[in-house]
């Protein structure tokens, strides 16, 4: 009888997927941007090897800028649509933010864009992201 239940307990751990789907990776990357423990080895891991090789040629004030962004609160993060095959995604998806900008002015952002991701020894990783379209919503007239 138990070694039924052993049998059973392995099949149903073997039918689950080890891997993350690309909205996961994308979605955790999005938070990981948005959060005040970012580093620049944690955002390469979810990067395919151009835009990997892109973040080491950096300068340290160009990465400081780049991971900087402690002025920005993330709202929320939306996937609008979803093109996938095997082996590669291209996800449309939405963030919305708020960004504090000087003299305590804040303004609300919306921003479109696409990510490519591509399955890659296994695992999805984002190979290039593309903003579509920007929206800027300021609480004080400019």
């Known amino acids: ?64 800028n780049y991971i900087g962004l402690n002025k920005r609160k993330l709202m929320k993060i939306k996937i609008n649509a979803e093109t996938c095959d095997g082996v590669k995604c291209l996800l449309t998806y939405t963030i919305t933010y708020e960004e504090k900008m000087d003299k305590n002015d804040q303004v609300s952002v919306e921003t479109k864009k696409i990510a490519e991701l591509q399955k890659l020894d296994g695992n999805w990783k984002i190979i290039n992201i593309d903003e579509v379209k920007s929206y800027l919503n300021y609480k004080e007239p400019i």
């Open 1 to 64: 009888m138990k070694v039924y239940i052993l049998i059973i307990l392995f099949g149903l751990l073997s039918c689950t997927p080890s891997d993350e789907s690309p909205k996961e990776v994308l979605v955790k990357f999005v938070n990981l941007r948005f959060s005040n423990n970012q580093s620049l080895e944690k955002i390469k891991s979810y990067l395919g090897p151009d835009l990997s090789g892109q973040l080491e040629k950096l300068t340290q004030e160009q990465i400081d």
